[in-house]
Structures are given as structure tokens and as C-alpha cells.
């Protein structure tokens, strides 16, 4: 049997998951807050099938038999903070992220700081989840109490009100959090986030994220090189497996 044949296929898959990766990236880089998807290839054995006395499919002269492999993974190195001007915009400098609670009532976690105020004068992001303080609960801002300051270690004060501090969250491990929509991670059971007592906040920033459109383009170029490569490998062990067997008749 061609193992080379199995090979080749194996690497298109994972050349498919990477270019699905990469993809992601380049859709999501004007995103804020939103974190690199990354891949990693590796090698893995081949299992061993015994298929008569002689024959064995996943071991050639008792060399181990290798098959492309890729491994995913989120890069949470910081993006490039951009002003903008904007009295609800805040970007985080250094560690962490913002403490969000969704409809159903569930935590979820974002770099994102693009933030809005409803009618009800509630913070909420830009995808209408609440925004929540040190304490758990909502923000809610003052109607007719002026202007909108946020102080570094994230205290929003109207006039010489303090409205509530924004719940900035850290995690031991950041590998361990599951990506989901909106550019937010939610926390695995065990993963238990600890309170930033001294964040530092820039308001009327934004982080960006922290993908480079341009090496994500170069990628592409580089998955669809390597596709083919290994389009025409399959295509040349077909033909000659054909030939071989027109001859043997």
C-alpha cells in the first residue's frame, strides 16, 4: 500500500484547518480586542494494521510511519492601541480583560473596550452585553451628571460621582480559555479569574487586535503553494498506481 499516498492527504486536511485559521484572522483584524488564532504543525505515528504475514500498513522496514498534524492555539501577545476619542472607549495596558455578562447571565471575557450606553443609561459593549464592576453588577451612568471620566485604575466618575470601577479580570493560564463569538473567551470549570486591584485603562482608546493582515495574506499564499504541491503528489501516485495495475492486467 502507498503510504505516501495517505500522507499527502493528511496534509491537505491540515493545510485546510490552517487556511480556515488564517481566514478567521483576516476577517477579524479590524476587530477590537480580537486574539491571533495560531497553528502549530507537528508529526504523528501511524497506527499499525497487520493485513497478512508479510504486508503491515503504517510501518515501512520498520521505519515509523508519520502523518501531518496541526495544533490551534490563541497568541494573547497585546495589540496596537489606537485613540479614538470616543468618553466609553477604554483600552487595557498589560494584563487582563473586561468582566461581560451575557443575556442568559453567563461571564465571559474580552480585550474589547468599545463600549455604549443604552436608553437606560446601562454600559453595555457594542454587542449590548453588560459591562460589569468590581462587585458583580452593572454600571449604571447618571442622567444629567455630566461628563464621562475613566480614571486608570478604571473608576468612572460624573462631575464628583464615582459611578463604579470596571471589573478588570486575569487568568493563571490564558491558553486554557475557549474563544466564542464577538472576540470574547469564556473560562473552563476550574479556571477561576482573579480581580486586576491595579489595572491600567486609557479612556478614549481602543487595543486593536493583533493580527497583521499582510502576514496573514502571506499565508495564504504559502498554504496555496503547499496545496498544490501535494494536489500533484496525489495526482502522480494515482497515475502510477494505475499504471502498475494496467500492467499486471
Do not use: H
Not at 497585546?78 to 487595557?92: H, K, M, W
Amino acid at each position: 500500500m502507498n503510504i505516501g499516498l495517505y500522507q499527502s492527504a493528511a496534509s491537505l486536511s491540515a493545510l485546510e484547518r490552517w487556511q480556515d485559521a488564517v481566514s478567521q484572522n483576516i476577517t477579524s483584524s479590524q476587530n477590537a480586542g480580537y486574539r491571533k488564532r495560531t497553528v502549530n504543525f507537528s508529526t504523528e505515528m501511524a497506527g499499525e494494521l497487520q493485513t497478512d504475514s508479510k504486508a503491515r500498513i503504517g510501518q515501512d522496514a520498520g521505519m515509523p510511519t508519520l502523518f501531518a498534524k496541526i495544533n490551534t492555539g490563541i497568541n494573547f501577545n497585546y495589540g496596537e492601541t489606537q485613540p479614538t476619542r470616543r468618553e466609553l472607549d477604554v483600552a487595557i495596558q498589560g494584563e487582563g480583560f473586561f468582566e461581560i455578562q451575557r443575556p442568559d447571565g453567563s461571564k465571559v471575557y474580552t480585550r474589547s473596550g468599545e463600549f455604549r450606553m443604552r436608553p437606560d443609561r446601562t454600559i453595555v459593549t457594542s454587542g449590548g452585553d453588560l459591562v460589569l464592576n468590581t462587585g458583580g453588577s452593572p454600571m449604571v451612568l447618571q442622567a444629567g451628571g455630566g461628563a464621562v471620566v475613566v480614571n486608570q485604575n478604571g473608576t468612572i466618575v460624573q462631575g464628583s460621582t464615582a459611578v463604579g470601577k470596571i471589573s478588570v479580570q486575569k487568568f493563571a493560564d490564558n491558553s486554557k480559555l475557549r474563544p466564542i463569538s464577538g472576540g470574547c473567551f469564556t473560562a473552563p470549570d476550574g479556571l477561576t479569574p482573579e480581580q486586576v486591584d491595579t489595572p491600567e485603562l486609557l479612556q478614549g482608546y481602543l487595543e486593536g487586535s493583533n493580527t497583521s493582515s499582510l502576514r496573514e495574506m502571506v499565508d495564504l499564499v504559502l498554504i496555496s503553494r503547499a496545496y498544490e504541491a501535494n494536489q500533484k503528489i496525489i495526482k502522480t501516485v494515482d497515475q502510477e498506481m494505475e499504471k502498475t495495475l494496467q500492467a499486471l492486467g
